[in-house]
C-alpha cells in the first residue's frame, strides 16, 4: 500500500455495531467484564482503549514499524524510552535538540544516575568517541530543532549495530512522509504528534514507533505503569489529521522551497538552515534519506541585535508568533527566548542559536502571501 492510502486506511476498520466509517471516541475509562478476567480485551483506558489502538496502529503502518504507542505529550514519549533504561546508563545524543528534550535529559534523567553525552553528530563517526560498555541508547533528531542539522541515520544506526545498541530517532521535523528511520536501521522513531501528524494546531500528544516484539512490550510496560497516556478525543483528531497528511506535506514541502529560496536572496538574511539548499553541510545526506525537505526553516538577520530580531517577529502578521510547528498555518518562532530558552546560553551560542535566529514553520496558506509577509516584515 502507498503511503496516501495508507495515512487513510492503515489499521482503520468500519465500527462493528452501526458500520460507522469514521473510528468512534470511546470515551470510557473502564469496561464491563462478564466474570473476572473475562472481558473483549478491553480492561482500562489507561492500558487499552479502541480509538488509541486504531491511531497506534495507523502510525506503526506508516513508519513501517509493527508496534505504535501514543502519550500524552511528546516529551512523555520521550520520557517512556528513557525509564527502559537503569541508572549508570549512558546515552549519547545529538547536540541540537527540542529544548524540552535537553531539559528532560539533563534537569531530570541526569539527576538520576543516567549520564548523557550532547554531541555533534553530523559526522555519524564522532559517536564512536563515546561509545563504552555503559552505552545503551543513541538519541538524534533528524532534521534538528532549529538548526536543521542533518543526521545520517544509517550510518548511525550501522555503527550502533556493531555495539549493540539501540537507535532512536525524534522524527517530527520530517514526519514519516518525508523520513522512515525503521527502514533505515534505527530501533524507535519518536514523535511530538501535536505537529504534522495532528497537524491543525489543536492536540498535545506524542508516538513512539518500533518493530521488535520484545522492545514493544517494554515500552507498553512504561506507558501503561507511568500512565501518561492521551485521551480518545486526541486520538480521533489526530486519526482526521493524518487523513491528509501526504496533501498537507506536499504543500508544506513546496511553500518551505520557495520561503528558503526567497530567504537566501534576501539583503537583511545572512544565512538560511533548511535541508534542500543546495549549500547545507548535510544536503546530499537529506536528499538520500528524506522524500523532499520539508516546511521548516530557520535564519540568521544579518548585523541584527536580539531586539530586531524581536521586531521581525512582531511584525509578521500571517505568520503567527508562537511555540510549536508543523500545523496548516505558518508560525514564528524566537529559539533563544521561547523554544530553546531551558538551553543554557553558552550552549546556545556553540551550536549556533544567536539571538538573530529565527524560526519558521511554513504553512501551506498560498507562498505569494507568505513571501509578502515576510517582505514587510523584513522591509
Ligand atoms: O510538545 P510535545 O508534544 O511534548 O513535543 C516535544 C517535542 C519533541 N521533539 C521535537 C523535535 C519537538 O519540536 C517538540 C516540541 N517542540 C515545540 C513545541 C517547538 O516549538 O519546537
Known amino acids: 500500500m502507498k503511503f496516501g492510502t495508507k495515512a487513510i486506511h492503515a489499521g482503520v476498520h468500519p465500527e462493528e455495531v452501526t458500520g460507522a466509517i469514521m473510528t468512534p471516541i470511546f470515551q470510557t475509562s473502564t469496561y464491563v467484564q462478564a466474570s473476572p478476567g473475562d472481558h473483549k480485551g478491553f480492561e482500562y483506558s489507561r492500558t487499552q482503549n479502541p480509538t488509541r489502538d486504531t491511531l497506534q496502529n495507523n502510525l506503526a503502518a506508516l513508519e513501517d514499524g509493527t508496534h505504535g504507542l501514543c502519550f500524552a505529550s511528546g516529551l512523555s514519549a520521550i520520557d517512556a524510552v528513557i525509564k527502559t533504561l537503569k541508572s549508570g546508563d549512558e546515552v549519547i545524543a545529538s547536540n541540537d535538540l527540542y529544548g524540552g528534550t535537553f531539559r528532560l535529559?539533563?534537569?531530570?534523567?541526569?539527576?538520576?544516575?543516567?549520564?548523557?553525552?550532547?554531541?555533534?553528530?553530523?559526522?555519524?563517526?564522532s559517536v564512536r568517541n563515546y561509545i563504552n560498555e555503559n552505552t545503551k541508547l543513541i538519541w538524534l533528531e533528524t532534521p534538528s530543532n532549529p538548526m536543521m542539522n542533518v543526521i545520517d541515520i544509517a550510518a548511525v544506526a550501522s555503527i550502533a549495530k556493531e555495539h549493540g545498541i539501540l537507535v532512536g530517532v525524534d522524527n517530527t521535523f520530517a514526519s514519516p512522509y518525508l523520513q522512515r528511520p525503521l527502514t533505515l536501521g534505527a530501533d524507535i522513531v519518536m514523535h511530538s504528534v501535536t505537529k504534522y501528524l495532528g497537524g491543525h494546531s489543536d492536540v498535545i500528544m506524542g508516538a513512539l514507533v518500533v518493530k521488535d516484539e520484545e522492545l514493544a512490550e517494554q515500552l507498553a510496560f512504561v506507558q501503561n505503569s507511568s500512565g501518561a497516556v492521551p485521551g480518545p478525543m486526541d486520538c480521533f483528531l489526530v486519526l482526521r489529521g493524518i487523513k491528509t497528511l501526504h496533501l498537507r506535506m506536499k504543500a508544506h514541502c513546496e511553500n518551505g522551497k520557495a520561503v528558503a529560496e526567497y530567504l537566501q536572496n534576501h539583503p537583511k538574511v545572512d544565512k538560511v538552515y533548511w535541508p534542500g539548499l543546495p549549500d547545507h553541510p548535510n544536503h546530499d545526506v537529506a536528499k538520500a534519506q528524506m522524500a523532499d525537505f520539508g516546511g521548516m526553516i530557520s535564519f540568521v538577520v544579518a548585523d541584527a541585535s536580539k531586539e530586531e530580531a524581536i521586531r521581525i517577529c512582531e511584525n509578521l502578521k500571517i505568520f503567527s508568533l508562537a511555540e510549536s510547528l508543523g500545523g496548516v498555518e505558518s508560525m514564528v518562532n524566537h529559539p533563544a527566548i521561547m523554544t530553546h530558552a531551558s538551553v543554557p546560553e553558552e550552549e546556545r551560542q556553540r551550536i549556533g542559536i544567536l539571538d538573530s535566529l529565527i524560526r519558521l514553520s511554513v504553512g501551506i496558506e498560498d507562498s505569494e502571501d507568505l513571501l509578502s509577509d515576510l517582505e514587510q516584515a523584513l522591509g
Open 105 to 125: 535529559y539533563n534537569k531530570i534523567f541526569s539527576k538520576l544516575g543516567l549520564k548523557f553525552h550532547f554531541i555533534a553528530m553530523e559526522d555519524a563517526e
